[in-house]
């Protein structure tokens, strides 16, 4: 059984590992490695790694981190089949999804690699007689990053190239059902140039995450992830003292106007809905129709997803594949049970898809349910799979209460040919990433991703000039130079003159 270990101070930790977890192929459903659990002394390890190399990757010019930086994105580029297919082995997205979201995560790369300019403070000369003052940023020290199953590469990458950029040295968590991705990225860091311990992966549950969080030598943590363990990552944390982001759960909204481009919206909606089998933070999971826009668009989206390929991720032909675990393929099929027996009616059933030749993998054809209400737990809960919920809203503005009253507030779209309106309701609505004619706003790397109320908890989002600001640490300096005139003792308050 191939056997995933961590990976500290620029190598593999080989040592015996007290426990280990499973990793399956989702396509087949069988067992297909096993990764080591680090305990808390394997957590000290890594943060003794990072902790030794932090001093001198701090002093490290920012012409050589920048270089190094250059360096990794090249590899990874050459690299993304490879990185996806690992991908799709342990996720089950088809490889071209898997291999877009490592494109997505190279783009944060070439963001890190701008660093020289982005850690840039700022000056002033005089500001009294003979006196300047300076703004300048410096990094944290070690820092740790707690990352979910349904972006392996990226989600890691939206924290790691920039954190290091900024001069700090990195303990990375992966999730443990497909932790290969991030082992590999690691090992280019390293060839690209990283020195040893600047970037170490540990794997791990709960035990792990704690040891992280209590652990006094690690000063950040960014986490992202489900909602209730974004919660306990912030308490924690912010508890022990750390700077603490942490990015939960969602339930994305997509608004169809009645003047929508309704080709383009159905489109969009099965896209958004079904790509990467609903697995993703910014899937839309409720199609909110205005006034009589369902009766015309559900016709062009059941057409759609009868045509949709359901597969295993590795076959050219797939156009979705199987959920990542037996038990969260469970947990969905019980929502499509709970939607039926709450009185939501399911138009497109997925659970009678089959696939042939692999009756074992952990696969659901899209599921689509019609009149839900926001009282179901299908609305109000966050499935994470193939299934989408319309909700009918009889004007716009029901439409956006309905928006702003949820809970989540990560990303949501409107579909509409008016710009009035589209402007209105990017003005008014309660959430943090919005789309006009969008489906999926994913903010480019330039930008900061995050959402409001229970999608984060924390005050930055990541990435951009966030992220940057999330890394490091502001200091002004204020100096004289020269200073041949000494005009004595002054006990005031320092006036600049
Ligand atoms: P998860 O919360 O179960 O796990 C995330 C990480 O936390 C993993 O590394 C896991 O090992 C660890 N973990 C799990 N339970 C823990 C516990 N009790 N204590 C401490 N650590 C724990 O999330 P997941 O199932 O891997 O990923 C799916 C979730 O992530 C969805 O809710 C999705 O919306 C969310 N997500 C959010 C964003 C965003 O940007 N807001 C992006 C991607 C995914």
């Known amino acids: 059984m191939r056997q995933i270990t961590h990976w500290i101070d620029g190598k593999p930790w080989e040592e015996r590992a007290a426990s280990k977890g499973p990793v399956y192929d989702p396509a087949t459903g069988e067992q297909t490695a096993e990764v080591a659990f680090a305990d808390p002394s394997v957590v000290d390890e890594a943060v003794a790694a990072a902790t030794r190399a932090a001093e001198a990757w701090r002093d490290t010019s920012l012409a050589v981190r920048g270089r190094v930086l250059f360096a990794f994105r090249d590899l990874v580029d050459r690299n993304k089949k490879e990185i996806g297919a690992l991908i799709t082995s342990e996720h089950g997205k088809v490889l071209s999804d898997a291999v877009g979201s490592v494109t997505r995560g190279l783009e944060v790369i070439e963001f890190a690699c701008g660093v020289p300019q982005l850690l840039k403070g700022e000056f002033s000369e005089n500001v009294s007689s003979d006196v ?90 960014s986490f992202v992830g489900s909602t209730p363990v974004a919660k306990h990552i912030y308490e924690t944390g912010t508890g022990a003292g750390k700077r603490v982001q942490a990015l939960g759960g969602a339930k994305n909204h997509m608004v169809v106007l009645p003047d929508a481009d309704l080709d383009l919206a159905a489109d969009s909606a099965v896209s958004a809905a079904y790509g990467s089998a609903g697995e993703r933070c910014m899937a839309i999971a409720v199609l909110v129709t205005v006034g009589d826009v369902a009766d015309r668009l559900l016709p062009k989206i059941r057409e759609r997803i009868v045509r949709l390929k359901v597969g295993p991720g590795a076959a050219p032909a797939s156009e979705m594949g199987p959920l990542v675990t037996r038990d969260h393929h469970a947990r969905v099929m019980g929502y499509v049970e709970k939607g039926v027996a709450e009185g939501a009616e399911l138009v497109e059933d997925g659970r009678k898809t089959k696939v042939p030749g692999h009756e074992k993998g952990f696969f659901l054809g899209p599921c689509l349910f019609d009149r839900v209400t926001p009282e179901m737990a299908i609305y109000r809960d966050e499935i994470f799979g193939p299934v989408l919920s319309v909700v009918r809203a009889p004007s716009y503005d029901q439409a956006l209460t309905l928006v702003n009253g949820n809970r989540y507030a990560n990303g949501v779209a409107i579909f509409t040919n008016d710009g009035g309106a589209a402007r209105r309701f990017q003005n008014e609505v309660q959430v943090g990433m919005v789309g006009i004619n969008v489906p999926i706003p994913v903010p480019m790397a330039y930008y900061s991703f995050g959402g409001w109320k229970s999608s984060l908890f924390g005050d930055s989002h990541v990435h951009g000039r966030e992220g940057i600001h999330f890394y490091t640490r502001g200091k002004v300096v204020t100096s004289r130079w020269p200073d041949p005139q000494h005009r004595g003792v002054n006990l005031g308050f320092p006036q600049m003159k």
């Open 132 to 221: 300047d003052s300076y703004s300048i940023r410096q990094p944290l020290g070690v820092c740790a990053g707690i990352t979910p199953f349904n972006f392996p590469a990226m989600v890691p990458m939206w924290m790691y190239p920039i954190a290091i950029a900024c001069g700090n040295t990195f303990i990375l968590k992966p999730s443990e059902k497909d932790p290969s991705a991030s082992v590999f990225c690691a090992r280019l860091f390293t060839e690209a140039g990283l020195p040893d311990g600047v970037l170490n992966v540990v794997h791990g549950d709960k035990v792990t995450v704690d040891a992280i969080l209590e652990h006094p030598g690690i000063a950040a943590v």
